[in-house]
């Protein structure tokens, strides 16, 4: 379990412009520097919002110049936000569409997207203190949300429908005398195993196995392991079959 003094997060302070104005380029870029600043947002602002299919290829081309890594034949719609993008790691032929926010968040993280990835439109992958994984062939659907504080890693040739929630973090709240979002928080690894297809609308928290090959319904809440080629509903979700 990893945890995290969650009042320490870069927020706005009362501290003035100045300072605040730094800790929107270290949140940003990951870094201290207002030339890495001026030159990361020149390239989105120029190139994120470019239409049609020749805007497509264009930002997988110049993009290479501020991510991690770019694979060959990749696509990138329109819209897409990256934050600390050196940490952020694209294999060949990953396509992410309309609107995505891909954010590492804190320089020590990290996202890694394997081969022949798949993410559909407005989809949020955001690390926390932790990395995202997702393996070769995997299918994530439109507006669904990654948040890897505690690490996430979804293995090959696995779908996740439309609106999935993979949540691998949480607050503290026990203490009473405290306000919640002072008591910190804490990480949960999630491992989805390979060939897990989840349905619309699932939520995995913190802390959960999905094993290889299982299926879990629309809608279900996820709270504990799910064994492999199991078949899975409800909220919580329950073991209701298994896969031959």
Not at 36 to 41: D, Y
Not at 190 to 195: A, H, L, N, V, Y
């Amino acid at each position: 379990m990893r945890r995290i003094d969650t009042a320490n997060r870069i927020a706005i302070s009362e501290a003035g412009f100045r300072k605040n104005f730094y800790d929107y380029i270290k949140r940003v870029t990951g870094r201290e520097s207002l030339g890495a600043f001026i030159w990361q947002e020149s390239i989105f602002g120029l190139f994120g919002s470019l239409p049609t299919a020749v805007g497509t290829v264009l930002r997988t081309s110049v993009y290479r110049s501020l991510l991690g890594k770019v694979g060959s034949n990749c696509f990138i719609e329109e819209g897409t936000r990256f934050r600390i993008p050196q940490k952020i790691f694209l294999g060949n032929r990953v396509f992410i569409g309309k609107g995505c926010d891909i954010d590492a968040e804190y320089p020590d993280s990290e996202i890694r997207i394997g081969d022949d990835v798949h993410i559909s439109r407005d989809t949020i992958i955001l690390t926390g203190v932790g990395k995202a994984i997702v393996h070769d062939h995997v299918n994530i659907g439109a507006r669904s949300f990654i948040y890897a504080h505690g690490d996430v890693e979804i293995g090959k040739d696995s779908l996740l429908a439309d609106h999935v929630r993979l949540v691998a973090g949480n607050h503290e709240y026990r203490d009473a005398s405290k306000l919640i979002r002072l008591q910190g928080g804490y990480g949960k690894k999630i491992r989805i195993g390979q060939d897990v297809w989840l349905g619309s609308s699932v939520i995995v928290l913190g802390g959960v196995t999905v094993g290889d090959g299982a299926v879990v319904g629309a809608g279900a809440v996820v709270t504990k392991d799910i064994p492999g080629y199991s078949i899975a509903v409800g909220a919580p979700a329950k073991v209701i079959g298994k896969r031959e």
